[in-house]
């Protein structure tokens, strides 16, 4: 199974890894950090995402502590975990708004495919 560019991994399993959106010429040139859960019964999923400001280090830290210290035994449904929505402004110490242009994603959600790069982000995070 698939979410957007993740592969889920099979029951019962975690995988890490990164991800891009190839299919975006905007956003391919930049690779997300993901952790991914998938428990042993079948049941919702949820997406946890951290980083959307890029220095706020205390929920990208929770967003991988919680994808470490999650076993998937404990876990119905599936967990995917982005620790880093803003990568952009992690990398270039932007500390609100991406470095790409100027936006602050906070205030974009849900966002358009049809806008500069980090604004596309935010749907397809939330969508694809």
Known sequence: MKIGPIEIPPAGERRTGTFTFASDQGLAKYEWPYIAIAGLRSGPTVLITAGIHAAEYTGIEAAIRIGRATSPDAVRGTILIIPLLNRPGFYERSIYVNPEDGDNLNRLFPG?????????????????
């Not at 806008?115 to 969508?127: E, Q, V």
């Open 112 to 128: 358009t495919p049809r806008i500069t790069s980090l604004p596309r982000s935010s749907p397809n995070a939330t969508t694809r």
